[in-house]
Nanobody, 115 residues
Framework: QVQLVESGGGLVQPGGSLTLSCAASSNVLSFDTVGWYRQAPGKPRALVAEISSGGYTNYADSVKGRFTISTDNAKNMVYLQMNSLKPDDTAVYYC?????????WGQGTQVTVSS
């Protein structure tokens, strides 16, 4: 069974930076796509960023130019570098990995952007 374990969430001031990490229990290259969703209070879960096994990336318009998704395939890690954070970025962030058969989810990590 695939497990995704997230870390790096916390409290950060507006304009600050934060890096989220997701450790996968299997080779990230075995998935079609890995990435991050987030869910803000009172809003549905929405895609933040994703990267395919071929290296193609997609970002939500609201985070383009500020967030960067990357992987370390040798370490089975997925990262989300978040810069110039805004209060609207406050949400629970979920790591996911999609195979042809199933979508696996991490437990979620809280990111709060506030003064």
């Amino acid at each position: 069974q695939v497990q995704l374990v997230e870390s790096g969430g916390g409290l950060v001031q507006p304009g600050g930076s934060l890096t989220l990490s997701c450790a996968a229990s299997s080779n990230v290259l075995s998935f079609d796509t890995v990435g991050w969703y987030r869910q803000a209070p009172g809003k549905p879960r929405a895609l933040v960023a994703e990267i395919s096994s071929g290296g193609y990336t997609n970002y939500a318009d609201s985070v383009k130019g500020r967030f960067t998704i990357s992987t370390d395939n040798a370490k089975n890690m997925v990262y989300l570098q978040m810069n110039s954070l805004k209060p609207d970025d406050t949400a629970v962030y979920y790591c996911y990995a999609q195979s042809p058969w199933y979508v696996y989810w991490g437990q979620g990590t809280q990111v709060t952007v506030s003064s």
